[in-house]
């Protein structure tokens, strides 16, 4: 296509920046109203958990995935 983008491509860009614009401003808005609360620290132990376990679920799904591909399961 000689480089250049498709109308649908474009649509499909801008409509992705400004979904993401949204979010990062109701982001911004929920942090500015929760003010200095602080977090405790079966707070942050769960965050931590929930941080790692979405990683490795992220790893694993990701790992199956290759070695499916790898030894010919996606034919």
């Known amino acids: 296509m000689n480089g250049k983008l498709s109308r ?3 649509i ?5 920046v400004v979904a993401a614009a949204a ?3 109701a982001v911004a808005g929920l942090w500015a109203a929760v003010g200095d609360d602080e977090i405790s620290a079966a707070g942050w132990a769960a965050m931590i958990v929930g941080v790692i376990l979405t990683l490795g679920l992220g790893v694993g799904l990701m790992s199956l ?3 499916s591909s ?3 399961y996606d034919e």
């Open 12 to 16: 499909g860009a801008a409509v992705a």
């Open 70 to 72: 790898r030894h010919g």
């Open 23 to 25: 979010v990062l401003a």
């Open 8 to 10: 649908a491509a474009r």
């Open 65 to 67: 995935v290759f070695y």
